[in-house]
């Protein structure tokens, strides 16, 4: 009997270990309290003036991840809402939606399963070996508090951390570019950029064969991005590890996704993401929308302003003709966006302008029930010269080309050929052609051959600056630039012209 109690209690004990070990390895959150007081010793909840003390078991989650910003910070300058922890397979359409098992074409993959996947294998606790200093992050200038450590975080943060909805418009713009938040700090736009090739490249891991041919991958753009600290190896203040959280968005995702990565350059220039993380997600329409009205902000207003209905107050009679004039040539349609089919082919049958009326249906492979179709480009006419590819690409000499033109197509090189406006076809009938070719001196009227893409060889081509694109109609105006630079008359009575080498 007695040996029978001690069997069920030793039973009982060993269910309670391998289920505490089953709960730890799988709960999503872990759940500490929040201390009374900051490192600085004031009162952990700024949100109201207590004349008594704070209570002591709040509890705040993950706070284990070396993500984890502690709440309530006194003086903390940037508010900031945590992303919902969601596991990957809580999350699934609807069977009538899975057309071609499109999971993957509204985001809905494991995210987990890829932050391990990108992450680099280190044989070392990077955050054991490595503390932080008091060092300005960007003049590494020494400091004396930990507070103004933080205080240049926040002032560096809050140029990056931003919501972006203001760029964004579903019929227009729906990229995000990266230059737009740029850090001053360059490891950190390095690794920040390795972090999305990584994540662009290796996400094919995750994906059956059957998705890969029918969508492709699909590329992520760096909605926004923060420095939650900076430590360095051996106290040595060049051997920085930025700790870094960053959001990626993907315009046809139902979620825009968080992650965070320890990241570091050696000094061979080797670069080193790891403990990446996936931290959670926010439903994409919520990031989009402007943020929350703020009453003290008189000019902000609570929608996106690409859909405002707030009219337009000018004191000016001629600038309202303007802008009624400017409203009505919108509506023209040379001014319009069209879905240009990328396999046209004049000799035959077949449509130019494919019946599509958005970004996303018009340059899909398939349409809504999964049926193979022509894909085009979703493009509109050029308004501005910078908006064609090789305006100005061709460095060798003063110029124009390229630019665009008054029917709002962009000039392309001789043998190019366009699609819509802005593109062109980029095959090996149609490839740009270029002067110079197989050349080891620069001629201004040389025979024209399709080189361009081995003249961006600077050892090969030493004398050129950049590809020597042909254009329609630019022999006079090569011409005339070189003989300025380096041709001369003997001078006196003689009219003889004395040309130099052309050097670039």
């Known amino acids: 009997m007695r040996y029978s109690l001690y069997i069920s209690l030793f039973i009982i004990l060993l269910i309670f270990y391998l289920l505490n070990n089953f709960l730890k390895k799988n709960i999503l959150e872990k759940f500490c309290k929040i201390s009374k007081t900051d490192p600085r010793g004031d009162i952990n909840d700024k949100r109201v003036e207590l004349n008594y003390l704070p209570q002591s078991n709040i509890m705040t989650s993950s706070c284990d991840e070396y993500w984890k910003d502690w709440p309530m910070e006194t003086n903390n300058l940037l508010v900031d809402n945590e992303p919902i922890v969601i596991k990957s397979d809580q999350l699934e359409l609807p069977k009538e939606k899975q057309f071609g098992d499109n999971q993957y074409t509204s985001g809905l993959v494991n995210f987990s399963k890829l932050a391990n996947i990108i992450s680099d294998n280190i044989d070392y606790d990077i955050f054991e070996e490595s503390k932080e200093l008091l060092y300005d992050p960007l003049t590494k200038e020494k400091l004396n508090y930990i507070y103004q450590v933080n205080f240049e975080y926040i002032m560096l943060n809050k140029k990056t951390w931003i919501n972006r909805w203001y760029n964004y418009n579903p019929s227009v713009k729906t990229t995000f570019n990266y230059d737009e938040i740029k850090s001053p700090i360059d490891s950190i736009n390095i690794l920040n950029l390795e972090f999305k090739k990584r994540i662009d490249s290796r996400q094919k891991e995750l994906l059956s064969n059957n998705q890969l041919i029918l969508y492709g991958l699909i590329p992520f753009q760096i909605f926004k991005y923060k420095i939650l600290n900076i430590k360095y190896f051996e106290d040595d203040i060049n051997k920085l590890i930025y700790i870094i959280q960053i959001v990626l968005f993907r315009e ?3 979620y825009i996704n968080t992650f965070s990565y320890a990241g570091f350059i050696d000094n061979k220039n080797n670069i080193f993401i790891t403990n990446v993380k996936y931290i959670g997600r926010n439903a994409t329409d919520n990031v989009l929308l402007a943020d929350f009205y703020n009453p003290k902000d008189i000019h902000q207003e609570i929608i996106n302003k690409n859909f405002s209905n707030t009219p337009i107050l000018n004191k000016n009679p001629d600038s309202i003709v303007q802008l009624t004039k400017d409203h009505q040539e919108s509506f023209k349609l040379k001014n319009q966006y069209a879905c240009f089919n990328i396999n046209y082919d004049p000799s035959k049958k077949g449509d130019v302008i494919l019946p599509y009326y958005s970004r996303e249906s018009c340059e899909s492979s398939v349409d809504p029930y999964n049926r193979p179709k022509s ?8 308004k501005k010269n910078e908006d064609c590819p090789f305006y100005k690409l061709n460095k060798n000499y003063e110029n124009e080309f390229g630019k665009c033109m008054e029917n709002g197509q962009c000039e392309l ?11 062109f076809k980029n095959n090996k009938v149609n490839k740009p052609l270029c002067y110079n070719c197989n050349s080891n001196k620069f ?7 399709t080189c361009c893409d081995e003249q961006y060889n600077t050892k090969k081509y030493p004398f050129l600056k950049s590809p020597d694109y042909a254009f329609d109609n630019d022999f006079i105006n090569r011409k005339n630039y070189y003989n300025s630079k380096f041709c001369h008359t003997k001078g006196g009575d003689s009219l003889d012209v004395i040309c130099n080498e052309i050097t670039l």
């Open 413 to 423: 090189p001789i043998n190019t050929v366009a699609i819509g406006y802005k593109y």
């Open 375 to 382: 894909v085009g480009i979703y493009d509109t006419p050029c």
């Open 443 to 449: 001629s201004v009227n040389s025979q024209l051959n």
């Open 252 to 254: 046809s995702d139902l």
